[in-house]
């Protein structure tokens, strides 16, 4: 009997713990979000950045050959 007494005093202890992180530890959540958001914009401007130019001298042979196709027809 005194075991399930103390069984249901514990389970209702539990009960009263937050589910939401202390105030102190939600700012600090905050810049972590703010640092991993700013670290994978950094790498996606960096692979824009060298597929644009990849991209670009793509184009620019593409271009060639249909002029100097476009050459050839006439």
């Known amino acids: 009997m005194i075991n399930v007494k103390r ?3 514990l389970s209702v202890g539990r009960a009263n713990v937050p589910l939401r992180r202390p105030i102190h530890c939600r700012g600090q959540t905050l ?3 703010a640092l991993i958001l700013a670290v994978i914009s950094i790498v996606a401007i960096s692979v824009m ?26």
Not at 54 to 69: D, E, F, G, K, R
Request: a negative charge; proline letters at 0%.
């Open 31 to 33: 810049v972590e979000y």
């Open 49 to 74: 950045i060298n597929l644009s130019t990849s991209i670009s001298s793509i184009y620019t042979m593409v271009n060639s050959q249909v002029i100097i196709a476009a050459a050839a027809s006439h």
């Open 7 to 9: 069984q249901v005093f």
